[in-house]
């Protein structure tokens, strides 16, 4: 294929349509150039030739510390050659000396953009004459960015150039207007074309071919979807996905292969991005399709995959073909909790909420025998006395030889068994089967399925395929705390503006840096520090193994939701005051919040 189509005599150099995916910023993983940086001077640029895109390679690493930057002057020499000209007559060049900088870089619009070209001019014989050796010297010293280096080269060069009759105003240009702004940092020519040229091969796959094709590619590298040794790139996939949310599909079980392919001009999400899928669990539900309801996919494959597996599949939205997602995972849910022939005596405290209001004073004799009968009885405080007199009277309270209250066995024991017979019965009855199931399918629902769909999403994608987090609930949290977007602020200090964005953790840093997605899908870098996110972070467990409780979890959780209070920095919000920002906590279903601020 790259024979046929890549190498660089088959590729094409002339084709608009490429310059504009690189002056719009449509391709995504473009080689040297996927940065802001590179970007920004992409579109700034807005190249017309490989020869000007090469020279972008090289001039976004080209900085001064006072002045015009580089980029921004060749933009401007490029558009209006009179600039240049100008320039040199204004220092004094002569018209000899304006053609002699002309015939080394017109090509670069009077901009010195490789080494190469620093080396050519200084062996100008009308400029200073170095020999080959001696200007690459010049060129490591510039490399290296020792001002040292560069005083004695610079000495050096006035000294040849002066020895060859060279005046000190051409001398000074070149110097101060060509060499000087490699003198932070500059590219070889070598680098230039040919980095340049494999940012033309990925250029050329967008025009032939579409640009879905490229972004199929990178989004199932970044994803982890290329293979089962592969991890995801926990802030490139979601910013990946939310810059083509328009052109990209949540995965379908009929027709997703195992990594991200195109569709009908769709990116359709690979099986393989769905959390606990490896490989050969792809393989395995490709084989069993096509499916045709729910309960098809269910009977092929309920002894394929987990549990777990099923349910991230359903809240992918892989199966969103057969209905509505949340009722799918209810009937799934249900369809997993095991037949019982009964409600279990000993489990009825659990179901307490359920059980029809005429037993509930079996309920409560159940819930005596379990804390206060048997061997795991448990110390009975002033409360439970009061309740038990009010409820049975005094004879129910006995005392033990120390002079502690406990409950009186004999007397508790007569009146259970009174009460308890017809309830045994009922217990038994497929009513109380019914109830048992439905409460234990809605616990089992809240714990796995917890928040809306576009949570699920992020639970089994990671990422936002519809919607955000926070779509259900904007409206009131956009009133509530005036939210705004970070790409609308203005870059600020803590003296200025503060205003509060919302978004969901994806990645986040030890040195106080958390990715989030905001509410318009779009990758955000928050600063919180270093002590509040150690702040954040703790994590406090008592009890080990089975009497292990979490009395205090961590705020800074993938997929947890924050507004942030703060302020715009460059490229970074800078929450200010942590105290300030608040979690938001969703309702099971997702569609009501509640706020928790670091003081509770």
Not at 37 to 43: A, Q
Not at 130 to 139: I, Q
Not at 150 to 162: A, D, N, S, V
Not at 453 to 472: K, N, R
Request: glycine share 6%; with cysteine; proline share 2%.
């Amino acid at each position: 294929t790259y024979e046929k189509y890549f190498q660089p005599d088959k590729l094409n150099f002339t084709d608009k349509k490429i310059y504009e995916l690189f002056a719009q910023n449509e391709i995504p993983e473009l080689f040297q150039f996927s940065t802001k940086v590179g970007f920004g001077v992409l579109k700034k640029l807005k190249a017309k030739s490989f020869q000007q895109t090469a020279s972008a390679n090289s001039l976004m690493r080209l900085t001064v510390k006072d002045g015009e930057q580089p980029v921004d002057k060749y933009i401007h020499f490029r558009d209006n050659p009179e600039l240049w000209e100008k320039e040199m007559i204004e220092q004094g060049l002569s018209k000899d000396e304006r053609q002699l900088l002309h015939d080394e870089l017109d090509s670069e619009f009077g901009i010195c953009v490789t080494q190469e070209e620093l080396m050519s001019i200084a062996m100008n014989k009308k400029v200073s004459d170095y020999n080959l050796l001696e200007a690459n010297k010049l060129r490591k010293a510039v490399a290296k960015k020792s001002s040292k280096l560069q005083q004695q080269q610079k000495k050096i060069f006035f000294e040849k150039g002066r020895a060859l009759g060279t005046s000190d105003n051409l001398l000074n240009y070149v110097w101060n207007y060509c060499f000087k702004i490699q003198f932070a940092y500059s590219f070889n020519g070598a680098h230039v074309v040919s980095y340049t040229l494999v940012s033309f091969i990925e250029a050329n796959i967008c025009a032939r071919y579409g640009i879905e094709y490229w972004v199929a590619g990178c989004l199932s590298i970044d994803s982890g979807s290329w293979d089962d040794n592969s991890k995801t790139d926990k802030v490139k996939f979601p910013q990946a996905v939310s810059k083509f949310i328009s052109r990209v599909q949540k995965p379908s079980i009929n027709e997703s292969d195992l990594g991200f392919k195109v569709n009908n001009d769709k990116i359709l999400f690979g099986l393989r991005t769905i959390s606990g899928l490896n490989g050969d669990d792809c393989r395995l539900i490709i084989e069993n399709r096509d499916f045709e309801d729910f309960e098809d996919f269910q009977k092929k494959m309920s002894d394929k995959l987990s549990n777990r597996q099923i349910i991230n599949i359903i809240k992918s939205g892989a199966c969103d073909e057969f209905g509505d997602r949340r009722n799918l995972m209810k009937s799934y849910i249900v369809s997993t909790i095991k037949d019982r022939k009964s409600m279990s005596i000993v489990s009825v405290p659990k179901y307490k909420d359920v059980i029809p209001d005429k037993y509930q004073k079996q309920v409560f004799l159940q819930i005596v025998k379990k804390n206060f009968c048997g061997k795991r009885k448990i110390e009975m405080d002033k409360k439970w006395i009061n309740i038990l007199v009010k409820t049975f009277g005094q004879d129910i309270i006995s005392f033990d030889d120390s002079g502690k209250a406990q409950l009186n066995e004999e007397a508790f024991s007569k009146i259970y068994d009174e009460n308890m017979v017809e309830f045994k019965k009922w217990l038994k009855s497929d009513k109380a089967v019914k109830i048992q199931k439905a409460y234990l399918a809605m616990s089992d629902f809240k714990d796995r399925c917890y928040g809306n769909i576009y949570q699920w999403e992020m639970d089994a994608l990671g990422c936002f395929v519809d919607d955000s987090v926070v779509a259900p609930i904007k409206k009131d949290l956009f009133i509530r705390f005036s939210i705004e977007n970070f790409q609308d602020l203005q870059s600020s200090d803590f003296k200025g503006k503060r205003s509060n964005i919302v978004g969901t953790i994806v990645d986040y840093k030890n040195n106080g840096t958390l990715s989030i997605i905001d509410n318009n899908m779009n990758i955000v870098f928050v600063r919180i520090g270093k002590n509040a996110f150690q702040a954040l972070n703790e994590k406090i467990i008592k009890g080990k193994g089975k009497n292990k409780v979490v009395v205090k979890d961590s705020w800074i959780t993938r997929g947890n939701t924050f507004v942030f209070h703060g302020f715009r920095r460059d490229d970074e919000f800078c929450a200010y005051g942590i105290e300030n920002s608040v979690l938001i906590q969703f309702n099971s279903n997702g569609n009501q919040y509640r706020v928790k601020t670091i003081k509770e």
